[in-house]
């Protein structure tokens, strides 16, 4: 379950000053026109004093409205699939698979909002222009162990270069994408997940 909640942190995370507003709605309206979005990611985790403590990578998929596959291959090879109503977490070492509803995501981390259009979940979350793009933080009030979340696009203003993950401990996951394919047509089984035979199952989702 650690390994999933460290996970929840990337994906999942006090009223918004009203100077924000405008950041909120800049990043949304650059997120509304990512309609699909297909990437490799390297991942460099440091601690509260800057030493590395982990390396990763992995491929992640997102389409709007709330559908993400995220695989990390390395080191250890777990899978997180949203199909939009339901998400399956699934660790190949552990033989477990974790079913939760994916609504109630958006308050574990703010990296649903990527994929969310919902003004509820984005009035949870500060937004604030940087000088790499935007950085976002949980409102008081909200539960989330993420503190910050920064995001970067590319150059070419195509699709997502770099995501970086504060936790309450200070730690940083940083994911930096590359061989990215925006707005392209993806097949619809990306998000579709069936537990293998088996394997453990916790259902997280009211049985719904």
């Known amino acids: 379950m650690k390994k999933l909640s460290s996970l929840l942190l990337v994906l999942g995370s006090l009223v918004a000053m009203p100077s924000f507003a405008d950041d909120s709605q800049a990043l949304q309206d650059k997120l509304s026109t990512l309609k699909s979005f297909k990437a490799q990611f390297k991942q460099n985790v440091t601690d509260g004093e800057g030493q590395l403590v982990m390396q990763g990578q992995g491929n992640i998929a997102l389409q709007q409205p709330l559908m993400i596959r995220w695989q990390q291959t390395n080191p250890d090879d777990t899978l997180f699939v949203s199909n939009g109503d339901k998400t399956y977490y699934f660790d190949s070492f552990a033989e477990q698979v974790t079913i939760m509803k994916t609504s109630g995501l958006i308050d574990s981390t703010p990296f649903i909002l990527l994929t969310s259009k919902d003004p509820a979940q984005w009035e949870k979350y500060s937004v604030i222009a940087t000088d790499l793009g935007f950085s976002i933080t949980p409102n008081k009030g909200v539960e989330s162990q993420v503190e910050q979340l920064d995001i970067t696009f590319a150059d070419n203003e195509q699709g997502l270069a770099k995501l970086v993950v504060k936790d309450n401990s200070g730690q940083l996951s940083a994911f930096t994408f590359s061989n990215a394919q925006v707005n ?20 997280q989702s009211n049985g719904e």
């Open 184 to 203: 392209t047509e993806l097949d619809k089984t990306t998000f579709e997940f069936t537990p293998p035979a088996g394997v453990e199952i916790d259902d």
